[in-house]
């Protein structure tokens, strides 16, 4: 019924900026919480950022200050904007949204930081 299609995932240099996007496509109840997570090679896969239906948003300390999170609920369309990018970012970036007690998973966007 509900399907997360991530895009703008891609290959930046350290220092660089790139902004993903995760758009949910189909009918669907009003989107309660909207967030990003990111799995590294050899690593589990952890929180980046969440933001909530009432625009309240939470990092994680390796990210706070350089990426941020927003939403676009007419677009159903949650964004990471990431900048000062670091080789420790590369990791597939997942969307995940929760909706009447429901929660779903993007199939994930590969983000290279290197040189």
């Known amino acids: 019924q509900v399907q997360l299609v991530e895009l703008g995932g891609g290959l930046v240099q350290p220092g660089g900026s790139l902004r993903i996007s995760c758009a949910a496509l189909?009918?669907?109840?009003?989107?309660?919480?909207m967030g990003w997570y990111r799995q590294a090679p050899g690593k589990q896969r952890e929180l980046v950022a969440v933001?909530?239906?009432?625009?309240?948003?939470n990092y994680a300390a390796s990210v706070k200050g350089r990426f941020t999170i927003s939403r676009d609920n007419a677009k159903n369309t949650v964004y990471l904007q990431m900048n000062s990018l670091k080789p420790e970012d590369t990791a597939v970036y997942y969307c995940?949204?929760?909706?009447?007690?429901?929660?779903?998973w993007g199939q994930g966007t590969q983000v290279t930081v290197s040189s």
């Open positions: 189909g009918s669907m109840p009003s989107i309660d919480d």
């Open positions: 933001i909530t239906s009432g625009h309240s948003t």
């Open positions: 995940n949204v929760a909706f009447s007690g429901q929660v779903q």
